[in-house]
């Protein structure tokens, strides 16, 4: 499926103009805010309106010779990615932590397509993003291969609501650790098979709670004291870190090397992700499907970003117009503007120097990586 091309222009993503200026502050204007919650408001009421030109299932292209990673893949939204993903044709590497799940869904998968002649391409990896450790041995393994990866699709993600504070191994806040830190870490890792699968997609499962987070790149796990910690703190400061990260990565990645780096948000979607809330929230979640997508709704925008030929034309317009955010797909597949905040260039810069820090990377790794030498990962922050 591809959408004109009219509404790929700059413009379609906004006006940047006095948000480009670099500006000192410890958490959201009032204002920013205020505008923040009506877009997560706005998404809530009106993404099926917004979303109604789009057919449900996506029609994917056929998909034979393209390899993707999807991470977390045993439930909602990254389940249909990497199912519907392998029964286009592609070969998926479902990188999970719970691999029993991982197995039992390619057996059911296998005897829903029995007598249809696509046999499904589909393996299993071990991943826990609440490992750093993990993620390296992943890609250790991956990268060993030697073989072209065309998409990684950074899906799996945490928000444990109401729940308190709580670290990683690595002492990071989880939400950071699952959303952002780890993410991160793979995509870099990953860069020499994404350059042997160029042109190649990065594709971040974002979310438009972003619009109400705040990075202080000093305070990445919000311990500092200034700010107080609430898991939708936790959530939509990672989801913000996210792009700022990815934004950065994109500028920097040279054009020769055919990667793109693309956000996406999902919608608001009924997943497991609502499991850690209380149950009366839970059930009235149940009691409003018609606002709330089905995940195989939800998993349209990331499957038109790692898919749809107009993608790499777009990122490449926001690249070659100095544009500070990665590009920023939407729950209806159409560009959108990501927050006012997320273009905060001098921000972003700064979580990108922190992000590569706190995950044990060089200043230089992603230069060294696309030239093909190894990096050193020393971790300590
Ligand atoms: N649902 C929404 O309304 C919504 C809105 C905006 C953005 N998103 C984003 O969409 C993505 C998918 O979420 P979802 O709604 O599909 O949630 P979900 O049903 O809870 O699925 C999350 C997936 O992430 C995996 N995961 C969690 N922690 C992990 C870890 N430490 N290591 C490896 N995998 C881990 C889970 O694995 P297990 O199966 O083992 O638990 C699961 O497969 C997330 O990034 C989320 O933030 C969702």
Not at 7 to 25: H, I, N, P, Q, Y
Not at 90 to 103: D, K
Not at 125 to 137: A, F, H, N, P, T
Not at 328 to 335: A, L, M, T
């Amino acid at each position: 499926m591809a959408i004109s091309s009219g509404l790929f222009s700059t413009s379609a993503a906004g006006d940047a103009d006095g948000v480009r200026e670099s500006r000192k502050k410890e958490e959201l204007d009032w204002p920013e805010w205020g505008r923040g919650w009506l877009h997560v408001v706005g998404e809530f009421f009106f993404q099926r309106i917004s979303a109604s030109h789009l057919e449900n299932p996506l029609t994917l292209p056929h998909l034979n010779g393209f390899t993707c990673i999807v991470t977390g893949s045993t439930s909602g939204i990254g389940l249909e990615i990497a199912r519907q993903l392998a029964e286009a044709g592609a070969h998926v590497v479902m990188a999970v932590r719970r691999m029993n799940s991982a197995y039992e869904l390619i057996q059911k998968w296998k005897s829903e397509k029995q007598g249809l002649c696509l046999p499904l391409n589909v393996e299993v990896m071990e991943l826990d993003l609440l490992s750093l450790d993990s993620v390296m041995q992943f890609a250790k393994a991956w990268n060993a291969r030697q073989e072209a990866l065309h998409a990684l699709i950074n899906n799996a993600g945490i928000f444990t609501l109401g729940e308190s504070q709580r670290f990683s191994k690595d002492g990071y806040e989880e939400h950071m650790q699952v959303n952002h830190l780890a993410p991160a870490l793979l995509s870099m890792l990953l860069i020499p098979s994404l350059l042997l699968g160029s042109p190649s997609r990065i594709i971040n499962l974002n979310s438009i709670m972003h619009s109400v987070g705040f990075v202080n790149p000093e305070d990445m796990n919000i311990t500092s004291g200034k700010r107080k910690y609430t898991s939708l703190a936790g959530y939509s400061n990672s989801k913000l870190a996210q792009i700022k990260f990815s934004s950065i990565l994109q500028k920097r990645i040279p054009a020769e090397a055919g990667i793109n780096v693309i956000c996406v948000s999902p919608g608001i979607v009924h997943t497991n992700v609502a499991r850690d809330l209380p149950k009366v929230l839970v059930a009235g979640y149940h009691l409003i499907p018609y606002f709330i997508f089905d995940a195989q709704e939800g998993s349209r925008s990331a499957l038109f970003a790692a898919t749809d030929p107009q993608v790499p034309d777009y990122c490449a317009m926001l690249k070659a117009d100095e544009w500070p955010v990665c590009a920023y797909i939407s729950h209806d597949c159409r560009p959108a503007n990501a927050s006012e905040e997320a273009h905060n260039l001098e921000t972003s810069q700064a979580v990108w120097e922190k992000s590569l820090k706190m995950i044990g990377l060089p200043a230089d790794a992603l230069e060294n990586l696309i030239e093909g030498k190894n990096v050193e990962q020393h971790f300590g922050n």
